[in-house]
């Protein structure tokens, strides 16, 4: 066995969410910052950009305006920029850094230090010397924070990159620019090169934090802790550094050792049931084998003799995982009436329910749940969509003037736009539109008409799963309605929307995105939107007549699926079901074949959810149950 310092080669925190990590490094700067104002020296800072430092940036500020700290004796240097790029550009790194930081705290301008992307070519060279060379003059530097990149790269050190590189110019790698490609609105305007620090750069820091949140993060992080050292994964290079420290939340840890396989690592607690399904179908996964095949050599062989001493048998081990895993199956996702539900998933009474679908964008309520949306609607439950989004920024303009182009002509047919009202907008907005910036707010009447396009999608697929218009219902959160790519964070405006819908509802059942590692973080908000306002009711007691008998149950589908050890109910979609469910996910005609935001996978959105949902279905076949043709998946959730 090895043990988890062995396993793990750079030394790694693991918290329950980002908040206490971010906390945890937040502190980690402002005794920084003090002691070097103590000692009367400057502390010299290496910062990154991205989504995941943003929370840090943000307590960083909140820190400054309570007093706790001054940054006036601080010096930055940033670890990156696109190349070439003005600085006042959306996507600049200088833009984001004074928006999320400068601009909120009092350090000296002249002690802000980011990468020129308006260099002339012929002096990059030169420039990215003194840009090494100004490090050095202020001592190094005392603190870098990190992200990771999902090829590993730190900074924009892609794979290839070698420990000895100094601050200069790159060719980004296909990865990373397809995962800019939403912010740069394609990935023809992603620029093909950059400036970032060397990998040398970074190690002569006295200290290095990497950050990473998200499911999203879990397997690049595991490369960087437990792979060996390799310019493939340039993030390894931190296990030279004595000082380097990963900081993560639950979510990013998921693939290391001492989370997949604990048993592996540490002694484990084989009163945990889940624990033991945990092991049991990892072990099936491992050798190839029906969890109801496997013997004490099998047990033996992979680190789980503990696991049969306690339980004696694999008989015994394998008999009681098996039987817990079959008992997720039901083709009665609402509960089935009449019937003994001591091991069904969900409780027969009341029937028919009265159920939610929280769907963060307008389309995932049928890209996750489909199948179990239409089985739920026959089973004739009422069922209820809450659009928590409009979505209107995953339109493209030329669709927004496709349906323009359909009511102007409605308009000439049924004569009821006889000044040609729609005609004069639509040239106002092909005006916008040829003259239109990136990363500009959009105008308010082309938000209007995308909003209006993806909710007509919306009850379009409800109609055809079989559900009223009146059932579906667009809560349009005010924290996505900001006409960019980039949110304002969860208000309690947003919660108090949703906290008033489930009032007006009063659900027997709920289902909610629990993918959260979509590319803006809508899902994650939306999720932590519902959570406030059910803990809100809770705390408050104002729905003790339906609250404590609703569970709330979590989907997955457009983005990532849940484990089989994770699943507690496990919907079988029959073929027609399957079909009818893309059907379903062809009336959004707007995301189809070319989505705005189509992250980091190229399938299309109905065929990552087959994937999912078949890929699904052969694993409980492996296992040893019963030949599916897919399966949607759920997680119980407790709040």
């Given amino acids: 066995m090895f043990t988890v310092r062995e396993k793990e080669k750079i030394s790694v925190k693991v918290f329950s969410s980002h908040i206490p990590a971010v906390e945890y490094v937040a502190q980690r700067i402002v005794s920084r910052i003090k002691a070097k104002e103590e000692a009367g020296q400057t502390c010299v800072l290496g910062l990154a950009t991205g989504s995941t ?152 820091a006295r200290e290095v934090y990497l950050m990473a949140w998200g499911e999203g993060k879990a397997k690049i992080v595991a490369k960087a802790v437990e792979g060996p050292m ?55 996964t491992r050798t190839k084998k ?19 001493t306690f339980y004696h048998t694999a008989y015994s081990i394998n008999l009681m995982v098996f039987n817990l895993i079959q008992r997720t199956i039901t083709g009665w996702p609402g509960g089935k009436p009449n019937e003994d539900d001591q091991h069904r998933p969900v409780k027969k009474t009341p029937f028919p329910k009265r159920v939610i679908i929280f769907s963060p964008h307008p389309d995932d309520d049928v890209i996750s749940m489909g199948g179990t949306f239409i089985r739920l609607v026959d089973q004739k439950h009422e069922v209820h969509v809450a659009y928590q989004t409009s979505g209107n920024i995953a339109v493209s303009d030329s669709d927004a003037l ?52 993806r909710k007509s999608e919306a009850v379009a697929a409800c109609r055809y799963v079989g559900i009223p218009a009146d059932r579906a219902h667009f809560l349009d959160l005010p924290f996505y309605e900001t006409g960019k790519v980039e949110k304002k964070p969860l208000g309690q405006e947003d919660i108090d929307i949703v906290k008033k819908f489930l009032q007006k509802i009063k659900p027997d059942m709920i289902f909610a995105a629990g993918d959260l590692t979509d590319p803006h973080g809508t899902h994650r908000v939306c999720f932590f939107a519902l959570i406030g306002a059910l803990k809100s009711l809770r705390d408050n007691k104002e729905a003790e007549d339906w609250l404590p008998n609703a569970d709330l149950w979590l989907y997955r589908g457009a983005w990532q699926e849940w484990d089989i050890d994770q699943i507690q109910m496990a919907v079988p979609l029959s073929p027609d079901e399957v079909l009818k469910k893309r059907n379903a996910i062809f009336k959004h005609q707007s995301q189809k074949d070319f989505p705005m935001f189509p992250g980091n996978d190229k399938r299309e959105f109905w065929m990552r959810a087959e994937d999912r949902n ?26």
């Fill in 614 to 639: 078949r890929g699904t279905a052969n694993t409980y076949n492996t296992l040893g149950f019963p030949e599916y043709e897919a399966i949607e998946a759920f997680v119980r959730y407790q709040y």
């Fill in 53 to 204: 430092p943003i929370k840090l940036y943000q307590r960083l500020v909140q820190l400054h305006k309570e007093g706790q700290v001054s940054f006036k004796n601080v010096v930055t240097f940033n670890l990156d920029e696109y190349y070439p790029m003005a600085p006042e550009t959306y996507q600049s790194y200088h833009r984001f850094m004074h928006e999320h930081l400068f601009n909120h705290i009092d350090i000296p301008r002249e002690n802000v230090n980011i990468p020129d992307g308006t260099v002339a070519i012929d002096d990059v060279q030169s420039y990215c010397e003194a840009y090494d060379a100004k490090i050095l003059h202020y001592g190094g530097i005392d603190i870098q924070i990190l992200g990771i990149g999902r090829t590993g790269h730190i900074g924009f050190n892609e794979p290839g990159s070698s420990m000895k590189s100094r601050t200069r110019l790159v060719t980004l790698d296909q990865r990373t620019r397809n995962d800019a490609a939403s912010d740069f609105f394609g990935l023809e305007f992603v620029p093909l090169k950059a400036i970032t620090m060397g990998v040398s750069t970074i190690l002569a």
């Fill in 402 to 453: 496709r349906h323009l182009d359909f009511v102007r002509g409605l308009g000439r047919v049924v004569h009821f736009d006889e000044k040609d009202h729609v005609g004069k907008l639509e040239e106002d907005l092909l005006e916008y539109i040829k003259n239109k910036t990136q990363g500009t707010v959009e105008r308010g009447e082309m938000l209007s008409i995308k909003g209006l396009i």
């Fill in 230 to 284: 390799t310019d493939e994964v340039p993030s390894t290079f931190l296990q030279a550094h004595e000082k380097a420290e990963i900081v993560i939340d639950e979510p990013a840890a998921a693939e290391l050792t001492r989370m997949k396989a604990p048993w592996l690592v540490m002694p484990c607690d084989w009163k945990n049931i889940e624990l033991v399904k945990k092991a049991v179908v990892w072990l099936a």
């Fill in 290 to 308: 029906a969890i109801l095949k496997l013997t004490n050599g099998d047990y033996q062989d992979n680190g789980l003799g503990e696991l049969l």
